[in-house]
């Protein structure tokens, strides 16, 4: 067998400004260190002490001790023990166990954390059989009696697993996971909740041309006792697809994407809020002569550009409502090239040169009830006031011709985007279109030119007391010139002019643009 040891003692002087971050990502949750935690500037002392012992190659037994000091404002000690087995013949697992214990100058109790975990593993054959579990427990004395900070808390999870591979070429795994979490209540942490979550992995490598994946991950969240009055039980839904085809010696490809979740959100309210006269946008009017002001009603309140008393905001209603989440997208790419190599006739020549690529993306986050409609793409319930929290539509279409020549190249695009959204100002509806063409043409080795051509509609259309509706449209050229003396070295020269014209203010509001940039890029790489 063999043994390590290290020992190690690090000093930060409280004066020291490091240029970038010096302590690892897990620094402050290894020793206890966060919101809770209140210290003025001190010097910082580590000491850390280690040792592991492996009897065998695949076997490590240790621990270690530690402690931090920052003066008199805080202390931590620190002490944990694992054990590690990697035998490809026998079980896999390991276990930690850590405690850290930590006091401040600021508070009189002391803060109790101590971790365990551990995972074990076994594969038979092509079937792996898991069991994994993980459990915290963190007290955080206030001083008082009988007082916990609310930021204690205690979970214990248990899941096991079994995951199977090369069955006719498939990838699956089913894992179930238990979680039990506690919070802390008159000076003592009860059971708060427990989570049941199930998660199915599936995947198929490349087999003629075709790739799939698949998760699914289901999870219902239960409150216990005095925590459901807070509290509401919560059920989420997951589902992941992503599956791709390119056949033909990949002169077709087509990728799918469908992403579905549904969850409990709370209810954006709009109100108005009371600041010092002439730091708000709004003053009270009392349209309904009722004598009290109703900082929800917008009718009882009006623009005022200097006398201003309230702001408008956006605030988390209590009340929770069931949102579900879908995002979608197909890709199909064409490329006639390369199936057809040595193209004889005109109509071969002809569909040489040209590849297309189409791209539709979906998003949409609605609380609509009958959520199959969203499930199953029922456009007729997509970007509907009522319901649609955030959404959105894009589709592009590109034709490219003699795409891969590098003296010669053209590019058609079209693309057009639909949006809704519900903000803080109220509802608001978008629609943008993009209309160009790109060409490429390289005069001789070392120049080359890109010349573009863009016409653009932008439209939005929200509620009366914002500033965002607008009808834009725009026209634009630019022309860049690149210059290659060698590999390493370029200078560019970019020319841009654009036109772009508001019909939506009753006086059409217009606007030109001129630039000219000069650029130079030198790469020293051998």
């Keep these: 067998g063999s043994f390590d040891f290290l020992l190690s003692d690090r000093y930060v002087n409280k004066n020291f400004i490091s240029i970038d971050r010096s302590d690892d990502v897990e620094f402050g949750r290894k020793w206890s260190l966060d919101s809770t935690v209140t210290v003025q500037p001190a010097s910082e002392e580590i000491r850390e002490a280690r040792m592991a012992y492996n009897p065998l190659q695949t076997v490590s037994i240790g621990g270690s001790l530690g402690s931090n000091r920052r003066g008199n404002q805080f202390s931590a000690d620190r002490m944990d ?34 971790r365990q975990r551990g995972m074990i593993s076994y594969t038979l054959s092509t079937i792996t059989p898991s069991f994994r579990f993980e459990t915290e427990k963190r007290t955080i ?24 591979t090369g069955i006719y070429s498939m990838n699956v795994s089913a894992e179930f996971e238990m979680r039990d979490d506690r919070a802390p209540i008159e000076g003592r942490l009860h059971p708060q909740s427990r989570s049941l979550t199930q998660a199915y992995n599936w995947s198929l ?37 992503q599956s791709r085809y390119a056949p033909f010696r990949r002169s077709i490809g087509a ?26 946008q709004y003053v009270w009017t009392d349209s309904i002569r009722n004598g009290r002001v109703d900082v929800a009603n917008e009718g009882d309140f009006r623009l005022s550009r200097f006398d ?82 955030l959404g959105s539509q894009l589709l592009q279409q590109d034709i490219f011709l003699f795409e891969n020549r590098s003296d010669f190249s053209f590019r058609f695009r079209y693309q057009q985007r639909r949006g809704l959204g519900q903000y803080s100002s109220g509802l608001e509806q978008s629609y ?17 030119n890109q010349l573009e051509y863009i016409n653009k509609q932008d439209n939005v259309g929200a509620s009366v007391n914002s500033a965002r509706s607008r009808m834009i449209a725009s026209d634009g050229l630019s022309s860049d010139y690149s210059y290659r003396p060698e590999q390493n070295v370029e200078v560019g020269f970019k020319i841009e002019v654009s036109r772009s014209e508001d019909a939506y203010p009753s006086t059409l509001v217009a606007a030109n643009f001129n630039s000219q940039s000069l ?6 790489r051998n």
């Design 205 to 241: 490598p490349e087999i003629a041309n075709f790739s799939s994946g698949a998760n699914v991950i289901l999870r219902k969240k239960m409150y216990n006792g005095t925590f459901r009055l807070t509290n509401g039980d919560v059920q989420t839904i997951l589902l992941r697809s």
């Design 432 to 448: 943008s279109r993009e209309r160009s063409i790109r060409i490429r043409l390289q005069m001789v080795t070392e120049i080359s």
């Design 141 to 164: 004395e206030t001083g008082a009696t009988d007082s916990l900070n609310p930021a204690s808390f205690g979970f214990t999870t248990v899941a096991p697993k079994v995951s199977a």
């Design 308 to 389: 201003g008393d309230y702001i408008f905001i956006t605030i988390p209603s209590d009340e929770l409502y069931p949102v579900i989440d879908l995002k979608t997208s197909i890709r199909l790419r064409f490329t006639p090239s390369r199936f057809i190599n040595s193209p004889s006739s005109w109509s071969e020549k002809a569909l040489a040169v040209v590849s297309t690529e189409s791209y539709v993306r979906i998003e949409e986050k609605s609380s609509e009830t009958d959520t199959k409609k969203i499930y199953l793409l029922d456009f007729s319930r997509f970007l509907q006031p009522t319901t649609t929290i």
């Design 519 to 524: 650029r130079t890029a030198v790469s020293f």
């Design 81 to 114: 023990a694992f054990i590690q087995m990697n035998a490809d013949s026998l079980p896999k697992g390991d276990y930690t166990i850590e405690q850290i214990t930590s006091s401040q100058k600021a508070s009189v109790g002391k803060n109790v954390w101590l």
């Design 255 to 280: 990728d799918v994407f469908y992403e579905v979740s549904t969850q409990r959100s709370a209810k954006l309210e709009r109100i108005f809020y009371q600041v010092r006269k002439g730091d708000g």
